[in-house]
C-alpha cells in the first residue's frame, strides 16, 4: 500500500507542467508508468527522460529512486533519528518485514546504519562521477550528471540524463568502473555489507556467503560471454571495464554501452538468465535472487547425489526455505509466462517479436530496465502489463499475495489427510 501511495504521488507530480520542459504535459498512463519504474527502481521509460523532463521533474524522479531503491521506511528512520525519539513498535514491526530480517530486535540501529553505509558509498560514487562529468558539461551539470547517475546506479534504477545511457563513455574507463560497483554494492544486500563490516567480529552468515559466493560467480560467467561482443580497441584497462560493465549492468541496473535490439541472440539469451536471477536479497537490485537461485541449484544437485539434506559450507537448509525458493521460481515462470502471452497479442509494431517481447516482459520482472526497443511502442495495454510486472518485481510475488490472502490457516493446520504417493518425471 506503501509503495502504491509513492508511486501515485509521483505520478501526480510528473504530471504537472512544472516537471516538464516548456511545460509540456505527457499522458497519465506515461507519468503512470515512469513514476513506477522509477519507485520500482526499474529504468525503463516510453519516453526519454533528458528531453521531457526539467529539473523539478528530474529530482522527483530521483527522490521516487532513492525511496524505492533504499526502501520506503528509510523516511520514519531519518525522522526519529534527527528528532532523537523513540521509535515505537508498531514501526519496528514495518521496518522488520520491510528488510526480510529475522532478528526480534535491534532493527533501527541495523536501518540507521544500512542508511549511514547507503549514503557514504552514494556519495563516493557522486564525487568520482562528477569529477569526470565537469570537465566535458561543466560544473553545475557536471555535479548533477554524477549525483543523479551514481544514486541512479547504487540504487539499480538503470535512469540516465544521457539520452543514450554510457554509450558515450565507452572510452571512459573510471566512469564504467564506477558506475559497474555502485550497480554491485547496491546488489549486495544490506545483510551482507553488515556482515563483511563485522567481519573480524564473527563469521560471515550462510546468506552472505551464499549472496557473495553467487555474485562472483555471475560475473565471472558474463565476463565470458561478453568478452565476445565487445570491440577490442584501445587501452587494457578500458577493454576490461567494457568486459566488467556488460557482465554487471543486466543484473537489474538497466544502463548500456550497447544497443541490445541489435546483439546476437546467444548473448540476448545469457542476458535475459542474469536479467531473472537478479541480485541479492534484501538490496535495492530486483530479480529471483541469488541466494533463491543458488538454493534451487544446490538442491538438484543434493537430488542428483541421493541425498535428502541440502547441504553447503557445512551447514544444511531447512526444507521450507527450499519450498519457499521453489515457490518463488514456479511464480516467476508463471507471471512471465502469462505476460508475454498477453504482450505477443496486443503488441504488433516491426520491434516486436517474441525474442524483444520476453527480454521486456522479464526486464521488466527484474527490476532491470534494459529494453530490446519496443518500450516506446508499447500499447496502453502492454504499458499496464509492464507496470505490473515492475510492481510485482520490486515488491516482491510472495507479498503480493500474502496480502491477498487474508484467509486465516489455523484451522487448516488442525486437519491433516492421509499421504499418497504420485509418480513424477
Known amino acids: ?35 513506477t519504474s522509477a519507485t520500482c527502481v526499474t529504468g525503463l521509460s516510453p519516453l526519454a527522460i533528458h528531453n ?27 525522522f526519529f533519528s534527527i528528532r532523537r525519539k523513540r521509535i515505537n513498535f508498531s514501526t519496528r514491526i514495518l521496518l522488520r518485514d520491510s528488510m526480510n530480517l529475522e532478528t526480534k530486535s535491534g532493527e533501527f540501529k541495523l536501518a540507521l546504519s544500512i542508511l549511514k553505509i547507503s549514503f557514504l558509498i552514494q556519495f563516493i560514487g557522486a564525487t568520482i562521477l562528477s569529477s569526470q562529468f565537469i570537465p566535458k558539461y561543466g560544473i553545475p551539470q557536471g555535479i548533477w550528471f554524477g549525483i543523479f547517475h551514481a544514486i541512479s546506479a547504487f540504487c539499480n534504477a538503470g535512469f540516465d ?52 559466493a553467487t555474485t562472483i560467480m555471475l560475473i565471472l560467467i558474463g565476463c565470458t560471454f561478453f568478452s565476445r561482443t565487445i570491440e577490442y580497441q584501445g587501452s587494457i584497462i578500458n577493454n576490461i571495464s567494457n568486459i566488467f560493465f556488460l557482465a554487471i549492468t543486466p543484473r537489474t541496473a538497466g544502463f548500456f554501452t550497447l544497443n541490445y535490439g541489435t546483439i546476437k541472440q546467444y548473448e540476448l539469451m545469457i542476458t535475459m538468465v542474469l536479467m531473472f536471477i537478479g541480485g541479492t536479497s534484501g538490496s535495492t537490485a530486483g530479480g529471483l535472487k541469488t541466494t533463491t537461485f543458488s538454493i534451487l541449484m544446490l538442491k538438484v544437485f543434493s537430488v542428483f547425489k541421493g541425498k535428502e539434506r541440502t547441504d553447503i559450507f557445512y551447514r544444511s537448509i531447512n526444507e521450507a526455505i527450499i519450498s519457499k525458493a521453489m515457490t518463488l521460481f514456479a511464480l516467476s515462470l508463471i507471471i512471465c509466462t ?34 530490446a526497443g519496443i518500450t516506446p511502442t508499447l500499447t496502453i495495454v502492454g504499458k499496464l502489463v509492464i507496470i505490473f510486472l515492475m510492481f510485482i518485481g520490486r515488491v516482491g510475488s510472495l507479498t503480493v499475495i500474502a496480502s491477498l490472502n487474508n484467509k486465516s490457516n489455523e484451522q487448516e493446520a488442525k486437519i491433516k489427510y492421509p499421504e499418497e504417493i504420485i509418480m513424477l518425471g
Open 1 to 35: 500500500m506503501i509503495f502504491t501511495c509513492i508511486i501515485v504521488i509521483g505520478t501526480v507530480l510528473l504530471k504537472l507542467p512544472l516537471s516538464s520542459k516548456y511545460g509540456q504535459n505527457i499522458s497519465w498512463i506515461d507519468s503512470f508508468f515512469i513514476a
Open 161 to 212: 540524463l544521457f539520452g543514450n545511457s554510457l554509450i558515450s563513455f565507452t572510452e571512459m574507463p573510471i566512469v564504467l568502473l564506477t558506475i559497474s560497483l555502485l550497480i554491485v554494492f547496491g546488489g549486495l544486500g544490506f545483510i551482507v555489507w553488515i556482515d563483511l563490516l563485522q567481519i573480524r567480529r564473527k563469521r560471515l552468515s550462510l546468506q552472505s556467503k551464499l549472496a557473495l
Open 338 to 371: 502469462a505476460s508475454i502471452f498477453i504482450l505477443s497479442i496486443t503488441e504488433v509494431s516491426e520491434q516486436s517479436n517474441l525474442i524483444t517481447i520476453t527480454f521486456e516482459v522479464i526486464s521488466a520482472l527484474g527490476t532491470v530496465g534494459l529494453s
Open 52 to 78: 521531457q523532463f526539467n529539473a523539478f521533474g528530474q529530482i522527483v524522479i530521483l527522490f521516487l529512486i532513492e525511496i524505492g531503491g533504499i526502501g520506503f521506511m528509510s523516511i520514519p528512520v531519518l
